[in-house]
T-cell receptor
Framework: GNSVTQMEGPVTLSEEAFLTINCTYT??????LFWYVQYPGEGLQLLLK?????DKGSNKGFEATYRKETTSFHLEKGSVQVSDSAVYFC?????????????FGTGTRLLVSP | SAVISQKPSRDICQRGTSLTIQCQVD?????MFWYRQQPGQSLTLIAT?????????ESGFVIDKFPISRPNLTFSTLTVSNMSPEDSSIYLC?????????????FGPGTRLLVL
């Protein structure tokens, strides 16, 4: 079945450092890919998405490119802020999973220090 | 967008008891979902609850253990029955306004459950 694998955390960075959180997927068909963010005490929020190969999703300075050849959707940000500290989830939907059920990775905690 | 609230936000329960978690959405939604997030693991879909029909459970989850109600287009409950310590987890409610894709899905803040 469909699955998502993302790097384990926590990822600890200083403010203004470059961020990469790796995400790879296994899916049949052509899934849509997502990054969700969960700030402390809040629900998951959609951060960005890409629906087909070579699409780049972007939001709030974060970017991720849908790479079908490497089945990857790595999250990047050029300069992180303390306020980016959160848990980030990679997810996919569609492909052959019927009604576009969301399948999540295990989440990566990001800690940014001043 | 949709704002989702859950009650309780957290609870500590004794084994063998049951807990009902409430999920309220601030607008009418077509699809509602219940997820479980066990420590250090990803979110796992328990069931899909559409108004006017029986909930659809994922493999490994059964109605007797996780009965779900969906009485209207803004509300759902999940009951965790006959609890054991293995049920300690975060339970998340989620909703989609229509039959659109997953990018329209919203999540509640979760209910943190500890079973002793």
């Amino acid at each position: 079945g469909n699955s998502v694998t993302q790097m384990e955390g926590p990822v600890t960075l200083s403010e203004e450092a470059f961020l990469t959180i790796n995400c790879t997927y296994t899916a049949t068909g052509y899934p849509s890919l997502f990054w969700y963010v969960q700030y402390p005490g809040e629900g998951l929020q959609l951060l960005l998405k890409a629906t087909k190969a070579d699409d780049k999703g972007s939001n709030k300075g974060f970017e991720a490119t849908y790479r079908k050849e490497t089945t990857s959707f790595h999250l990047e940000k050029g300069s992180v802020q303390v306020s980016d500290s959160a848990v980030y989830f990679c997810a996919l939907s569609g492909g052959n999973t019927g009604f576009q059920k969301l399948v999540f990775g295990t989440g990566t905690r990001l800690l940014v220090s001043p | 967008s949709a704002v989702i609230s859950q009650k309780p936000s957290r609870d500590i329960c004794q084994r063998g008891t049951s807990l009902t978690i409430q999920c309220q959405v601030d607008s009418q939604v077509t699809m509602m979902f219940w997820y479980r997030q066990q420590p250090g693991q990803s979110l796992t879909l328990i069931a899909t609850a559409n108004q006017g029909s029986e909930a659809t459970y994922e493999s490994g989850f059964v109605i007797d253990k996780f009965p779900i109600s969906r009485p209207n287009l803004t509300f759902s409950t999940l009951t965790v029955s006959n609890m054991s310590p293995e049920d300690s987890s975060i339970y998340l409610c989620s909703a989609r306004p229509g039959w659109q894709g997953a990018e329209t899905q919203y999540f509640g803040p979760g209910t943190r459950l500890l079973v002793l």
